[in-house]
C-alpha cells in the first residue's frame, strides 16, 4: 500500500484534461460576450444615424425664428418618414447581421429632438450551453438639429 501511496504517475493527466476543459469554456463565453457587445454598438450606430436623419427630418415652413435664433420643429410623422426612409438604404449595408430589426419608437416627444429606438435579436457565434441562444438588444438615440 505505501508503494501505490508514493506513486503519483498519471495524476496530472486528469488536472490538464479538467483545466483545458475549464480554459476552453472560459474562452467561449469570452467571445460571445465580446460579440455581443459590438453587436450592441453596430446598433446603436444605426440607431444615432437614424436619429440624426430623424432630426433633420423637418420641413422649412416648420422653421421659425426666435430670441435664441432659428428653430425647426418636429413632427413625430416626419420623424418616422425620415427613420424609416434612412433605415432603408442604410440598414441594407449595416444591418446585414442583425437578426428581426425592427423599430421600436421613431418620433419627436419634445418637437425639438428626435428619439429613435430600435431592436434586434443577438446569437452567439459560437453555441455554448451556458449563454443563451438569442437575446433581444435594445438601443436608444437622441438627436437635435441646432442652427447657428
Given amino acids: 500500500m505505501r508503494a501505490l501511496r508514493g506513486n503519483e504517475e498519471g495524476s496530472t493527466l486528469p488536472l490538464t484534461i479538467f483545466y483545458g476543459f475549464l480554459s476552453l469554456v472560459l474562452i467561449l463565453i469570452v467571445v460571445s460576450a465580446t460579440s455581443l457587445y459590438l453587436e450592441r454598438k453596430r446598433l446603436f450606430t444605426l440607431a444615432d444615424g437614424a436619429a440624426l436623419a430623424g432630426a433633420e427630418g423637418f420641413s422649412l415652413d416648420s422653421v421659425t425664428r426666435s430670441s435664441g435664433g432659428l428653430e425647426a420643429h418636429l413632427q413625430p410623422a416626419d420623424v418616422a418618414s425620415a427613420v424609416t426612409g434612412y433605415l432603408g438604404t442604410a440598414a441594407s449595408e449595416a444591418s446585414a447581421g442583425f ?45 437635435r438639429s441646432v442652427f447657428r
Fill in 99 to 143: 437578426d428581426e430589426l425592427s423599430v421600436v419608437e421613431a418620433g419627436s416627444p419634445d418637437g425639438r429632438s428626435a428619439t429613435v429606438t430600435l431592436a434586434a435579436t443577438w446569437h452567439p457565434p459560437v453555441l455554448v450551453i451556458l449563454v443563451p441562444d438569442g437575446v433581444r438588444i435594445e438601443v436608444t438615440a437622441v438627436a
